[in-house]
Every structure is written in structure tokens, then in C-alpha cells.
């Protein structure tokens, strides 16, 4: 409708300046629907739940709870076949746990995300049947006469009938920070883009400036914002870190149970056809069967679940919401923060720094107005530099003291307290009589006020604008003198002096007019040029810090902003986000390269300036090629498609439109970049903590299926006894099962409240980025070994010295228990030593390792009275002598000097290589 007069757009849509009927409205609203942007469609409870099942690791999971099905209904054996039951039904309730706590978090931070949106009383001013209405927005139609002004959010799509001095804020919609000036004129039929439809509003955006009003030409998805958002709804987020790894990891423990069933079965039925012809065919697959759920640590999924959950509460009371699990682990292995300045790295409040008059500046001075104390301030010059920039200035202050209009106008009438002015009294002295708007060509605002029958206009703006209008200034006695070549050079250098260090400059001038001039846009010449300013939106006082410790930890931070280059270069500077090395790139830059050479060249860009939403994309992108994980802030609507493309989409939670927050994986409640820091920190914590239960879980894992892989290796030789007994099964599925819920799981929720170790602050990204490193698949193969070993030890032990086929089997299962428990105080490092002070202590270890111990020790003495399903379980010979239990807990004791050889060797390693440990 840009294209159209504003009689035509009247005309086709069939409407009128007075507005439509409310008949008429009705109907529309029928037709066209509500003025609502749609959003994704929230997942039902039952599909949140769903989704929870959909990865590797449940998968197998559930064929090994059906395969336990088949197996206990095909069995004659009646303590097979409940074991076979009780087997999958310790899985499926595993699964439903593990998919309950996934279904929980989902849903609660859905509704948190509901809560921030604030839905509430957003309405509109409209003119309907020729009165002044108030109404709900999303009952706007299309036709519809809407009344804005100063702070009005744009409810549709508007084509301007009548605007003055109408300037508005797009940054949500085009990223650009500098409002956009509108006029309600005929900007021809040349196809333009949307910044340059300077006759339409659209929707969400913001009135900072004068008023309009405008026919409403679209509403809901057919906005410009409500596009944008539509296409979003389908498109799927990348696969996080953490989801990636379990499958990778369950991929793998699948080849490893896969090729350990092999043998089993190979060797069982070896056994059963050739050895001892009982044609018992099913025993070796029973034992197969045995030996993949035995590699598949049950309780893997729910622990990863419950530590994401932990680490999620833990991030909402640091204002950080996680919108799904898996977002928080993918937060610490990242590798790149992209962040936006304003508001994130800033306060997003315009403040006056500096003031520099003309005699300032031809001595090279200026005064500080962020050190300067409120108090009475008798600087003549710059009291009248300020008072222009009172006078020239439509920002208000309230009864309260609230400050009201543009930020620039707002931070002069802060500024001026510091002076002791008065703004009320100062304008009742100075009657505004005309006024020029500012306008994004000339650059400049020009009052003319008049005080005792004279009549004197006051101007502001842009430096170099106003300069080629300033012919004079005023001396030490006050006489006018003209601007020679070498005081308006003196005028530039402070100028670049002031862009250097972030500000944004504006000159102040004035000159006294004739009651005969016509006031008209040709009074902007011959002025007097009384001296600059300098505004800064300041840095937080946090971010510094927070940078400096990303940086230590090796990440790289980047800022991505729409201000002028030397700004963003001085901001990013103090931030020490830019260093020596480092480049900047702008927008105009970035549009002329390809992205094969935006891949070379973005390993040392650290601040990209002017930048479009499309750039942001192609640096998102740029970056994940780089093999950058990457964090990206936003809080505009136009900042979703970088949102839902990075690997981790972070919104702003008081700024951020509706439509970033929901592209978004992490919101940031307080809007700040620290928060970001913590959250990476917070996210490193719970992939270590993630990455020791693996590891903890798995060489129990190796543990057992070595165990069972020995026996059906030993079973072939029925020649081989101890003490004339025949080796009996080291370990059955039952054992087996109750290891991995009791001695695997307790001491796991202790390793998931570990503290993140001092070394971890400043280790680098790449460390968290595998789950298995070479030296951690070592370590763990090595203690499933070892205690694999110990428990067969025990096992032999048990059956050379006791007359009962159950012996053995109890004292390898006492010892694997204890073993493994003991194992746990292990794993907080793999490389320091467990009686190192480096290690924060952690009461959770010894307190939950006990607690499974005696839950082992208790089952262990109530097996004697529990039937012949626990005897066949857990043996019946419980009552040892006391020197049985000295020698079962010596032998699970050994894995402590065992670990701390290989930690040894591992620090070698390490200080050979200056690694961090």
C-alpha cells in the first residue's frame, strides 16, 4: 500500500478518515480473524512426554525391556521368568521416570514463557464512525482508523493519512537502533524495501517520536512481523551437544553389547551342542540377553535428566530460564558468545557524559558529567550549552520526577540537574514560538524561543551538520568572532576524540532573529556555535569481568550491533571484547563478501558494526563452519532466524519481542551478558557432572560384562573346578540389575552435585565438547577392568573356601558392589588425586555411597529368610566369618591405589604438555 495515494487506499478498502462502523468492524473481524500473531502450537503433555523417548539411548532401552518380555514368557523356568519380569519392569519404569522429569521441565518452562509475554490490556486508539474509540487490539481490522503517538506500539500494519514530526524506533523489525522519520506523503511505485517505506508503520514497532495516524492495510500473520514469525513455526532447532553425544554413546555401548552377546551365544551354544549335548539351546541367548542390558547403563537417561534439571533450577535463580533440558549441558561446550550491545552489554539508558565548550575546546579541555557530583555548578558556558539543549528538547518530567520522550532529550533533562536547572522554569521563561523537527536529512532540531520581546533560535544535532551552518562564536568578553579554519579543526578533533572513547556527539548553537524573518526552514544559517556533547548508553559494571573470564576460559565473545563502527570498536574496547589484534567488520563489508571468505576471515573479527538480520545469519552460520558452538543474543523479531539457526538462541527476557523469546533456547530475566557467563559456567558444571556419571556408570558396565564374558569363557572347560565344585554364574541378571539401580545410581546423584573445579573456570571449550576423551575411555576401561578382575577374585575366593555353589556368586557380587561404590570417591577428578585439597568437598559422596552400601549389606542378610527366589538371587550362605568381610572389603579397597597410578601418570602427561589439570 506504500505505492498507493491516500484517496486509493481509502478506496479499496472500502473505508473513510471517519473510520468504519462498528457493523462494518464486526464483519470484518469475521472474515479476516483476529489481529494475532500465530505462534508454534504447545505441545500437548502426552507429546511433550513422547518426545522424551525419541533418541538412541531409550530406544534400546526399550528392545531390551521387550526382549526381557519374550524371554520370561518363552522360559519354563518359573525363577526366570520372573526374573525375566521384574527385569523389564525395573526398564519401562526407568523410561517413564527418565520421560517425566524431561515432560515436567518442558511444561514449566513453556509456562514461565507464558508469564513473561505479560498478555494483557494492549489496546488501541481508533477512530470509528467519526468518534475516538478504545479498543482491544486484536480486534483491529483491516480499514480500521488508528490514532498514535509518543510511545505507542504500532498494533498492525498502517499506511500513514497524517503525520507530524513521526519518528519510529524498527530495531525489532530491521535491527537498525536510530529511529526511522515518517511521513504520511506519496512515495511513488518504485519498489523499495522496507526501511524505506517511510509512509507505512508496522507492527510492534515503537512511536518515540510525534504522532500519526494511519489506516490499518494488514493484521495478524500478514504483517510484516507476523511473516517473519509464521515462517518460524516449522522450522526445527539443531540437535543439541548433549543429544548428540547419548546417542553416540548408546551407539557405541550397543556394538559392545552386540559383539559381547556374539561370543556368549557363540560360545554357549559351543557348549550346549558340543560340550555337554543337552541341547539347552535358550540358556545362551537368556545370558546374551544378560550381557546387552548389562552394557546398557539403565540409568543413564534418567541421571543425565535429573542433573539438566538440577542445573536448570540452580540457572532460574541466576536469571537464566532454560526453555528444554538438553540446552543447558550444549551451554558448556560453547565456544563463541555473539552478543548485542545495547541493553545486553549495556544499561540501555542514554547518559550525558561529557560537555565541552567552544573556549573548552580551544584549550583543550572537557568536563566529566559521570564524576561530577550534583551539586550547584557555576560554569557560565556550559550552563548555556545545556540550556539549548533544554530548550530545543520535547522530553517532559513528570509530577514524580519520571523523565518521558526520546533517550537523547530524556539524558539532557538528567544532565542538567547536575547544574542546578530548572527545565519547567526555564521553558516559562522561554515561550516556544516555532519549532523544526529533527529530520534524518538535515540532521538537526531548531527551536525559536522568545524572552523579553526577543526572539532567539536554539539548534542541536549532528556535529558536522551543524557546523556548515555556524559562521561565529563568542569569546571570553563575549563578542562574536568568526570560526577560522584552525578553531573548526580543533571542533573535529574533539569530535573524533569524544566517537573514540563510545560517545555519541551533538553540537549545540544559536543566533538572535529579527520579529520580521519569516520562521521557516531557511532561519539554520549564520548561527553561533557555543560547543558539543558527549552521550553514552554505559557499560555494565559486570560485563568487564565476565568477558575477562569467558576469555580465561577460552571463549570467544563477539559483538554484533547496528551503532557506528568507531563506537561498537570503543564500547567493545573498554570491554576488552577488542584487542590489538583483532578486526572489525561492517555491514557494508559483509554484504560484499562471499561466505567462503567470511570463513576465512571470522577467526579474528570480534566486532561486527551495521549489521542487517540477514548478516546475523551469515555469521552464525560463518562461525558453526568454523566449528564454533555458538551462543546468539537477541531480542527483536528480526533476530529469531539467528536465534533458532545458533546452537544456543538467547533472548532477552525485558526487552525481547514475544517472537525471540520463543525461537530462543536460554532468556536472560535480567537482560545481562554476565548472566550469559554464568550460564556457561553453570552448563560446564553439568556436563562434567554428566561426564563423571558416565564414566562412573560405563566401567561398571565393562565391569559386569567382562564378568559374565569370563564365565562363558570358563564354562566351555568342564574339566576346570575349584575345589571340585564347577564354576556356577558369576553374576545373574537380577544382581546384575540391582547393581545398576543401587550401587550405580545413589553415588551417581552425589557425582551430580559436584561443584565445577577451579581448573574447569579455565580450561578450554574444547574440553567440554566430548562426553569420551581418549584419556577418559582409557581410565574407565581400566577400572571396569580392574574391578571385574577383583570380583572374579572374590568369586574363586568364595568357592574354594565354602561348600555352597551361592558363595562365590554372593562374595563377587558383595565385592563388585563395594568395589564400584567405592569408586565414586574416585571420580571427581582424573587426574587429582582423591586426598588432594584441590578437590571441593562434596558431603553428598560419602553420604549417598553409604547409604547404597548398606541398602547391598541389608539385602545381602535378608536373603537368608527370603524364600528360594533370594536365594537364588543373593546365595544363601550369608552368615561369614568376620575376616570373609575383612578380605571382601581389602579387595574393593585395592581400585583406590589402582586409580591413583593412572592419575599419576596422567599428571606426567599433563605437565609434560602444560595442560591445565
Known amino acids: 500500500m506504500y505505492k498507493e495515494k491516500i484517496e486509493d487506499v481509502l478506496k479499496i478498502l472500502e473505508t473513510s478518515e471517519n473510520g468504519l462502523s462498528s457493523q462494518e468492524a464486526k464483519k470484518r473481524l469475521i472474515k479476516y480473524g483476529p489481529n494475532e500473531i500465530l505462534e508454534k502450537k504447545t505441545d500437548s503433555w502426552l507429546k511433550i512426554f513422547g518426545k522424551?523417548?525419541?533418541?538412541?539411548?531409550?530406544?534400546?532401552?526399550?528392545?531390551?525391556?521387550?526382549?526381557?518380555?519374550?524371554?520370561?514368557?518363552?522360559?519354563?523356568?518359573?525363577?526366570?521368568?520372573?526374573?525375566?519380569?521384574?527385569?523389564?519392569?525395573v526398564i519401562f519404569l526407568i523410561l517413564i521416570i527418565n520421560g517425566l522429569i524431561g515432560t515436567i521441565q518442558e511444561y514449566n518452562a513453556s509456562q514461565t514463557l507464558k508469564e513473561l509475554k505479560k498478555i494483557g490490556a494492549l489496546t488501541s486508539?481508533?477512530?470509528?464512525?467519526?468518534?475516538?474509540?478504545?479498543?482491544?487490539?486484536?480486534?483491529?481490522?483491516?480499514?480500521?482508523?488508528?490514532?498514535?503517538?509518543?510511545?505507542?506500539?504500532?498494533?498492525?500494519?498502517?499506511?500513514?493519512?497524517?503525520?507530524?514530526?513521526?519518528?519510529?524506533?524498527?530495531?525489532?523489525?530491521?535491527?537498525?537502533?536510530?529511529?526511522?522519520?515518517?511521513?504520511?506523503?506519496?512515495?511513488?511505485?518504485?519498489?523499495?524495501?522496507?526501511?524505506?517505506?517511510?509512509?507505512?508503520c508496522f507492527s510492534s514497532t515503537i512511536v518515540v517520536y510525534g504522532n500519526g495516524i494511519g489506516i490499518v492495510v494488514k493484521t495478524g500473520i500478514k504483517t510484516e512481523i507476523g511473516k517473519i514469525a509464521n515462517a518460524l513455526i516449522e522450522e526445527k532447532s539443531p540437535q543439541t551437544h548433549i543429544e548428540k553425544s547419548m546417542n553416540k554413546i548408546g551407539k557405541i555401548l550397543t556394538y559392545v553389547g552386540a559383539i559381547a552377546a556374539l561370543i556368549v551365544i557363540v560360545l554357549g551354544f559351543f557348549k550346549v551342542f558340543l560340550v555337554t549335548k543337552t541341547n539347552l539351546w535358550t540358556e545362551p541367548i537368556l545370558v546374551a540377553v544378560s550381557v546387552a542390558v548389562s552394557v546398557i547403563p539403565e540409568g543413564l537417561p534418567t541421571m543425565a535428566s535429573v542433573l539438566m534439571a538440577m542445573g536448570v533450577k540452580k540457572m532460574a535463580k541466576k536469571n537464566a530460564l532454560v526453555k528444554k533440558l538438553p540446552s543447558v549441558e550444549t551451554l558448556g561446550c560453547c565456544t563463541c558468545?555473539?552478543?548485542?550491545?545495547?541493553?545486553?552489554?549495556?544499561?540501555?539508558?542514554?547518559?550525558?557524559?561529557?560537555?565541552?565548550?567552544?573556549?573548552?575546546?580551544?584549550?583543550?579541555?572537557?568536563?566529566?558529567?559521570?564524576?561530577?557530583?550534583?551539586?550547584?555548578?557555576?560554569?557560565?558556558?556550559?550552563?548555556?550549552?545545556?540550556?539549548?539543549?533544554?530548550?530545543?528538547?520535547?522530553?517532559?518530567?513528570?509530577?514524580?520526577?519520571?523523565?518521558?520522550?526520546?533517550?537523547?532529550?530524556?539524558?539532557?533533562?538528567?544532565?542538567?540537574?547536575?547544574?542546578?536547572?530548572?527545565?519547567?522554569?526555564?521553558?516559562?521563561?522561554?515561550?516556544?514560538?516555532?519549532?523544526?523537527?529533527?529530520?534524518?536529512?538535515?540532521?538537526?532540531?531548531?527551536?525559536?524561543?522568545?524572552?523579553?520581546?526577543?526572539?532567539?533560535?536554539?539548534?542541536?544535532?549532528?556535529?558536522?551538520?551543524?557546523l556548515s551552518i555556524c559562521k561565529t562564536y563568542i569569546d571570553k568578553e563575549g563578542k562574536k568572532q568568526n570560526l577560522t579554519p584552525e578553531i573548526i579543526q580543533k571542533i573535529k578533533e574533539k569530535n573524533i576524540s569524544l566517537s573514540q572513547n563510545a560517545l555519541r556527539v551533538l553540537g549545540y548553537a544559536f543566533s538572535d532573529i529579527s520579529s520580521e524573518i519569516s520562521l521557516d526552514s531557511n532561519i539554520e544559517n549564520n548561527l553561533t556555535f557555543v560547543g558539543m556533547s558527549g552521550m553514552i548508553d554505559p557499560p555494565r559494571l559486570e560485563v568487564k569481568e565476565a568477558v575477562k573470564q569467558c576469555y580465561d576460559a577460552g571463549l570467544k565473545v563477539v559483538m554484533i550491533t547496528g551503532d557506528h563502527g568507531i563506537t561498537a570498536k570503543a564500547i567493545a574496547?573498554?570491554?576488552?571484547?577488542?584487542?590489538?589484534?583483532?578486526?572489525?567488520?561492517?555491514?557494508?563489508?559483509?554484504?560484499?563478501?562471499?561466505?567462503?571468505?567470511?570463513?576465512?576471515?571470522?577467526?579474528?573479527?570480534?566486532?561486527?558494526s551495521r549489521i542487517s538480520p540477514t548478516g546475523k545469519m551469515r555469521i552464525v552460520k560463518a562461525l558453526q563452519k568454523n566449528n564454533e558452538i555458538v551462543s546468539m543474543t537477541g531480542?527483536?523479531?528480526?533476530?529469531?532466524?539467528?536465534?533458532?539457526?545458533?546452537?544456543?538462541?538467547?533472548?532477552?527476557?525485558?526487552?525481547?519481542?514475544?517472537?525471540?523469546?520463543?525461537?530462543?533456547?536460554?532468556?536472560?530475566?535480567?537482560?545481562?551478558?554476565?548472566?550469559?557467563?554464568?550460564?556457561?559456567?553453570?552448563?560446564?558444571?553439568?556436563?562434567r557432572n554428566i561426564q563423571k556419571v558416565i564414566q562412573f556408570l560405563v566401567?561398571?558396565?565393562?565391569?559386569?560384562?567382562?564378568?559374565?564374558?569370563?564365565?562363558?569363557?570358563?564354562?566351555?572347560?568342564?574339566?576346570?573346578?575349584?575345589?571340585?565344585?564347577?564354576?556356577?554364574?558369576?553374576?545373574?541378571?537380577?544382581?546384575?540389575?540391582?547393581?545398576?539401580?543401587?550401587?550405580?545410581?545413589?553415588?551417581?546423584?552425589?557425582?551430580?552435585?559436584?561443584?565445577?573445579?577451579?581448573?574447569?573456570?579455565?580450561?578450554?571449550?574444547?574440553?567440554?565438547?566430548?562426553?569420551?576423551?581418549?584419556?577418559?575411555?582409557?581410565?574407565?576401561?581400566?577400572?571396569?577392568?580392574?574391578?571385574s578382575i577383583i570380583s572374579i577374585v572374590g568369586y574363586i575366593i568364595g568357592n574354594a573356601y565354602f561348600d555352597n555353589e551361592y558363595a562365590g556368586m554372593t562374595i563377587a557380587f558383595i565385592t563388585l558392589s563395594f568395589s564400584q561404590t567405592v569408586h565414586a570417591f574416585n571420580m571427581q577428578s582424573n587426574s587429582i588425586s582423591m586426598f588432594s585439597k584441590q578437590n571441593k568437598f562434596n558431603k553428598w559422596i560419602p553420604i549417598l555411597s553409604f547409604s547404597s552400601?548398606?541398602?547391598?549389606?541389608?539385602?545381602?542378610?535378608?536373603?537368608?529368610?527370603?524364600?528360594?527366589?533370594?536365594?537364588?538371587?543373593?546365595?544363601?550362605?550369608?552368615?561369614?566369618?568376620?575376616?570373609?568381610?575383612?578380605?571382601?572389603?581389602?579387595?574393593s579397597l585395592s581400585i583406590i591405589p589402582f586409580l591413583e597410578l593412572l592419575k599419576f601418570f596422567e599428571r606426567r602427561k599433563m605437565n609434560r604438555t602444560n595442560h591445565i589439570i
Open 853 to 891: 552400601l548398606f541398602i547391598v549389606v541389608i539385602m545381602v542378610f535378608i536373603s537368608k529368610t527370603g524364600g528360594k527366589i533370594t536365594e537364588a538371587i543373593l546365595g544363601i550362605d550369608t552368615e561369614f566369618d568376620w575376616w570373609v568381610w575383612v578380605v571382601m572389603i581389602l579387595i
Open 573 to 608: 574496547k573498554e570491554l576488552l571484547i577488542f584487542k590489538d589484534n583483532d578486526q572489525i567488520m561492517n555491514g557494508d563489508e559483509l554484504d560484499k563478501i562471499s561466505d567462503e571468505e567470511l570463513v576465512r576471515r571470522i577467526e579474528n573479527i570480534t566486532v561486527f
Open 337 to 466: 558468545i555473539c552478543c548485542d550491545k545495547t541493553g545486553t552489554l549495556t544499561l540501555n539508558q542514554i547518559t550525558l557524559a561529557k560537555l565541552v565548550s567552544i573556549h573548552d575546546i580551544i584549550k583543550g579541555k572537557e568536563e566529566d558529567l559521570i564524576n561530577l557530583d550534583n551539586e550547584k555548578n557555576d560554569n557560565k558556558n556550559l550552563k548555556f550549552l545545556l540550556k539549548i539543549g533544554l530548550l530545543c528538547n520535547n522530553g517532559e518530567i513528570d509530577e514524580k520526577g519520571g523523565l518521558f520522550g526520546d533517550p537523547t532529550e530524556t539524558a539532557l533533562l538528567k544532565g542538567a540537574e547536575k547544574f542546578s536547572l530548572n527545565y519547567k522554569e526555564i521553558k516559562k521563561e522561554n515561550k516556544r514560538v516555532f519549532e523544526l523537527p529533527f529530520d534524518s536529512f538535515r540532521k538537526m532540531m531548531s527551536v525559536v524561543c522568545e524572552s523579553n520581546e526577543k526572539r532567539i533560535i536554539y539548534t542541536k544535532g549532528a556535529l558536522d551538520e551543524l
Open 699 to 787: 566401567s561398571g558396565c565393562i565391569a559386569e560384562v567382562l564378568i559374565i564374558v569370563f564365565y562363558s569363557v570358563i564354562s566351555v572347560f568342564p574339566h576346570l573346578t575349584i575345589n571340585n565344585h564347577e564354576w556356577h554364574e558369576v553374576l545373574n541378571p537380577i544382581q546384575i540389575l540391582t547393581l545398576n539401580l543401587v550401587t550405580d545410581t545413589i553415588p551417581c546423584i552425589a557425582l551430580g552435585m559436584d561443584e565445577l573445579s577451579i581448573g574447569s573456570y579455565k580450561k578450554k571449550p574444547q574440553e567440554f565438547k566430548n562426553l569420551f576423551s581418549r584419556s577418559i575411555i582409557y581410565n574407565t576401561a581400566m577400572a571396569g577392568l580392574w574391578i
Open 125 to 200: 486508539k481508533v477512530l470509528r464512525e467519526g468518534k475516538i474509540s478504545i479498543i482491544n487490539t486484536n480486534d483491529l481490522v483491516i480499514g480500521d482508523i488508528v490514532l498514535i503517538e509518543d510511545g505507542s506500539i504500532i498494533p498492525a500494519d498502517l499506511r500513514l493519512l497524517h503525520s507530524s514530526s513521526l519518528q519510529i524506533q524498527e530495531s525489532s523489525l530491521t535491527g537498525e537502533s536510530i529511529p526511522v522519520e515518517k511521513e504520511a506523503k506519496w512515495i511513488g511505485i518504485e519498489e523499495v524495501g522496507i526501511s524505506e517505506q517511510l509512509n507505512m
Open 635 to 687: 531480542d527483536g523479531v528480526n533476530d529469531a532466524p539467528s536465534l533458532k539457526a545458533a546452537n544456543i538462541g538467547v533472548s532477552m527476557g525485558i526487552s525481547g519481542t514475544d517472537v525471540a523469546k520463543s525461537s530462543s533456547d536460554l532468556i536472560l530475566l535480567d537482560d545481562n551478558f554476565a548472566t550469559i557467563g554464568k550460564a556457561v559456567f553453570e552448563g560446564r558444571r553439568i556436563f
Open 52 to 89: 522424551q523417548f525419541i533418541n538412541f539411548m531409550s530406544i534400546i532401552l526399550t528392545i531390551a525391556g521387550i526382549l526381557a518380555i519374550i524371554f520370561g514368557i518363552i522360559t519354563k523356568n518359573n525363577e526366570e521368568k520372573i526374573i525375566n519380569f521384574i527385569e523389564a519392569g
